[in-house]
C-alpha cells in the first residue's frame, strides 16, 4: 500500500469513527433504561416475607430522610417511585450506589435487602 | 513560527469545555439504568469494559510514543504528511473508538457519581479527558501554535491513561 493510499484510509476510518461516535451520542439522550421486550422484574412480583424485609429495611435505613410513609422529608417523595423509575433494576442500583445527597447502600445491605427494600417502596408502602 | 492568536485557540478550548461540562451534566442528570444495553449480565458488560479499557490503554501509550516522536523529529510547526504522523492518526482513531462503548456504559449505566473518590475522580476525569480529546482533534484542523498540539495530545494521553488507572474493572 503506498503512503498515499494509506492516508485516504485512514481519513475513511476517522469519518467512520465519527459517525459511529455521533450515533453513540444520539443513543446515550435517546434511550430509557428497560430493554424491549424484558420480562417483569421479580421486585414487582415480590412475596409477603419480601416485603415485610423490605418495610424493616425501609424504617431503618431510609425513613429518616423519605418520610416514614414514604411522602418525604430531606429526600424526595418515594410514594411514585414505580413511575418515576419504571425498572426496578435501575432503582435498585440507585439505592446500592447512591444519587446525590444519597449515600450509596451497597456495602450495608445485602442484596437481598435492597431487592426488598425496592419492592417495599414500589408497591405503595403497604 | 507562527504567531499565537487567541481566537485560534477559543474554539477547539471552548467545544472541548463545553464537550466535558455535556458529559458531566448529562452523568449526573441522567438516572443510571444499572444495566447493560447489549450485554444484560452486568458481569460480561464488566468483562467487555475490561478487554476495552486494556486496549486504549495499551493505545493511548503508543499513541504518546509516536507522538512523542514526531515532536522531536519535525521542526516546530512543520506538519509535512508522513506515513508515521497517518499511523498515530489510526492509532489515536482506533483508540477513541475502542473507548466509545466503555463511556457509554459508564455514562448510561452507572452515570457520573461522586460516592468515593475513586469513583469521582473516574467521573470527572473521563468528562475532561473527552473534552481534551475534542479540542485536539478541533486544534489540529486549525493553524494553532505549535506547542498547543503536543500539549493537548499529553493532556489526552494522560487523562485516559488516569481514566484507566481510576477503572473498578
Redesign the interface.
Known sequence: MT?SR??RL?GA??WM?GV??MA?VV???S?????PGDEAPAADNAGADVIALGREVYSEQCAVCHGPDGGGGTGPDLRSVAET?P?P??Q???VA???GLM??FGAQLSEQEIAAVVAFTRLGFR | MPTARPAVLLVPLGLGAATSLALGIYGAVHDPTGRGLLLIDLGEVDDAKRALTGVVVGLVIVQLALGAGLALSQRPGERERTVVRDVHRLVGTVAFACSIPVAFHCLWALGARGGDLRVALHSAIGCVAYGFFVAKITAVRRDAPSFVIPALGIAVGVAFLVVGATAAV
Do not use: I, T
Request: glycine share 10%.
Open positions: 503512503a494509506f492516508h485512514v476510518v476517522q469513527v459511529a461516535a453513540a443513543m446515550l439522550f434511550l430509557d433504561g428497560a430493554p423509575y425498572d433494576v435501575a435498585s442500583f440507585l450506589g447512591g444519587r449515600p450509596a
